[in-house]
């Protein structure tokens, strides 16, 4: 599938059926008032796409790019720079999960001493959040190259962590110019590493259906973005090398991302970026985690928004139990003990979580986050 800069075609868009409910189709997402922006990123989704990179970087009208990975990545890192064409500045492999504003200048000061003139990104998000940090300060055109299926790569949205506090910054400068989406790339992905990145992927979607500033392309690419994932899976975990379950939740991935990049996010975003900021816990564990039990709580009010993923997952009356289910099915992790989050740290968290006020469907106190947060502490299934 190729999309082109500037364009809003798309072309081997799989077919989209409503859920259905005794033959009669559901309700569109039509609403009488909304507002919505398109993206001018080149997108190409192909099977070995990463070999044709040098020809992304001369269409940008760039010679020198810099190549970032992480330090376990850096080999593949290595294997990129030969598909260039003689036009890498370097390679840095530095990338930290949390995006850490230490790192981020260390980077900036290697790209401006290579003289680089782009950015190419391989990795997941911990890589594609340096890349956007890098464009921030240096206004660098990226590529990005996804192994993962963390989304921030279709987003202008910018996490990073400095003296034990995440924060976001959305800034034109941090989108990506280009995202090639290879499926070799994820193939040999460890599967456990596809379930939680993939239900930290379907987070995006699910807080999209309720989002104060939703739209009906938003919505509906979140329920697409759903659907891919619930259906390729299950499929991943019994067969990890059927690459068409592995391309399925590629596509996903990036549906996932689009819309985290046009919709605003609420309270499981938050607390996910607390315990991950403030704790150093593992970002798309804590995600799957923690996804279940917010939108268990954001379902008392927004039970009519959420009700085509819960259609999706079989279960029309509490989406939160349902996502549930499905994670353990998937032998996804369930509590935050597991993941090496402190019980005695539960109360400052709640704390961290209610300081700075923002928009969330169902309104909280910070007794309602100490609670969701001890649920999934202890990995109860959310009550119905």
Same mark, same amino acid.
């Given at each position: 599938m190729l999309i082109?800069?500037?364009?809003? $075609?798309?072309?081997k868009m799989p077919d989209y059926a409503p859920a259905t409910q005794e033959g009669v189709p559901s309700m569109s997402h039509f609403q009488d008032s909304f507002e919505t922006n398109a993206t001018g990123v080149r997108v190409r989704f192909e099977r070995g796409v990463r070999h044709e990179i040098a020809s992304e970087i001369a269409r940008l009208g760039c010679s020198r790019a810099l190549v970032l990975a992480t330090p376990q990545q850096a080999d593949t890192a290595m294997e990129l720079t030969s598909f260039v064409n003689g036009h890498a500045a370097g390679v840095f492999t530095k990338a930290a999960m949390h995006t850490p504003i230490e790192v981020t200048q260390e980077a900036v000061e290697h790209t401006? $001493?290579?003289?680089?003139?782009?950015?190419v990104a391989i990795g997941g998000g911990s890589t594609t959040g340096l890349g956007k940090a890098i464009a921030l300060q240096t206004d660098l055109p990226q590529i990005v190259i996804p192994t993962t299926y963390a989304g921030s790569e279709a987003t202008a949205i910018l996490g990073q962590t400095e003296n034990g506090v995440?924060?976001?910054?959305t800034n034109a400068k941090v989108l990506p110019e280009v995202i090639l989406y290879d499926v070799d790339l994820i193939a040999g992905?460890?599967?456990?590493?596809t379930v939680t990145s993939g239900l930290n992927a379907m987070a995006h979607a699910a807080e999209a259906l309720y989002a104060k500033n939703r739209n009906p392309v938003s919505s509906?690419?979140?329920v697409e973005g759903i659907r891919a994932f619930i259906n390729a899976l299950p499929r991943v975990r019994e067969k990890p090398e059927d690459l068409q379950a592995r391309g399925e939740t590629l596509y996903g991935a990036w549906l996932c991302g689009t819309v985290l990049g046009q919709v605003g996010m609420a309270l499981h975003h938050k607390l996910c970026h607390t315990l991950g900021g403030s704790f150093d816990m593992p970002h798309a564990q804590t995600h799957a985690v923690v996804l279940p039990h917010a939108i268990a709580f954001n379902a008392k009010a927004a039970s009519d928004a959420l009700s085509p993923m819960a259609s999706i997952l079989g279960d029309v009356k509490n989406p939160g139990t349902a996502l549930y289910d499905f994670a353990k099915k998937l032998d996804a992790p369930m509590t935050l003990a597991e993941l090496g989050m402190k019980e005695g740290d539960l109360h400052r968290a709640a704390e961290l979580a209610v300081k700075n006020p923002y928009w969330n469907p169902q309104p909280f106190q910070k007794s309602d986050?100490?609670?969701l947060l001890e649920n999934a502490?202890?990995?109860e299934r959310p009550a119905g």
């Open positions: 082109s800069k500037n364009s809003n $075609h798309m072309r401006r $001493h290579v003289e680089a003139d782009c950015l995440k924060t976001t910054v992905l460890p599967v456990d590493m509906a690419l979140a986050i100490h609670a502490f202890a990995g």
